[in-house]
């Protein structure tokens, strides 16, 4: 059997919702694939300590995470780049003049920095531990990810400086990298390995970029349209079997292992 190459997308995709509830039958397929030889790594916008702790405890060592920016090896990174400081620190300098609260991710770690008392953070969804103090923007030498209030309505919202923006809870942006296929081909040139056996699987618009040839998509049954018309395949819902569906139907799994 050739060897392939399979990054997963966690929520949606491995996950069931935004959690940790990995089904058994999905579980069993990812244990499955390594013993029979296969590389598996998730493929993540969550930061790197966020989606290690995520590979940990379900037995992946490898990891595209950051939107396609940091990459894990067997447990060691070996690049984690941030966003580009110029157009970010001119972002932050609008969003201060402005009054629209902001706050930056400038280590790998849940914490996130905000010079405002009153920075959104009442969504029982957030993970991030908001630290509120003097924060120097033009002293920031790295920038992992930028949340920030969204614009009263009626407003003209703030010059995005091309800086990849998603909707994001607390009624805030959330700013961070997005191209997982540049992280995934970074990946497989480490690997020395061939892009074409690359096995990419997703659901959502933050999948898109890793939805693209050489590597052979799988959309969940759960995805979002623009996956589905962008894939090679659809399999099953996330919670219907659909990551070990595809898998058998590829024979990719050995009847026996």
Not at 23 to 41: I, K, M, S
Request: glycine share 10%.
């Amino acid at each position: 059997m050739r060897k392939k190459y399979f990054f997963f997308d966690i929520d949606q995709t491995l996950g069931v919702g935004i959690s940790k509830t990995v089904p058994p039958d999905t579980q069993y397929c990812l244990d499955a694939l390594q013993r029979a030889g296969h590389f598996v790594a998730l493929a993540t916008g969550r930061l790197q300590c966020d989606a290690a702790a995520f590979a940990r405890e379900h037995g992946i060592h490898s990891l595209v995470a950051d939107g396609g920016a940091s990459l894990t090896v067997d447990g060691r990174i070996l690049m984690m780049e941030g966003l580009p400081l110029a157009p970010v620190k001119r972002l932050l300098h609008d969003l201060s003049g402005r009054h629209q609260p902001w706050a930056v991710v400038i280590d790998n770690s849940f914490d996130r920095y905000t010079p405002y008392d009153d920075y959104p953070r009442e969504d029982p969804r957030n993970y991030m531990v908001t630290k509120v103090g003097p924060v120097d923007i033009d002293g920031l030498t790295k920038v992992y990810k930028v949340t920030y209030a969204r614009e009263k309505k009626g407003l003209e919202p703030a010059s995005r400086q091309g800086l990849p923006h998603l909707p994001y809870i607390d009624d805030t942006y959330l700013v961070e990298p997005v191209d997982k296929g540049r992280g995934i081909e970074k990946m497989m040139a480490l690997l020395g390995a061939d892009p074409g056996d690359a096995v990419v699987f997703g659901d959502g618009l933050n999948d898109i970029t890793m939805f693209r040839k050489p590597f052979f998509a799988i959309a969940m049954g759960n995805a979002r349209p623009i996956i589905k018309e962008r894939a090679d395949y659809i399999t099953d819902d996330v919670d219907k079997g659909g990551v070990l569906n595809a898998c058998r139907h590829f024979g990719w799994l050995p009847d026996k292992i």
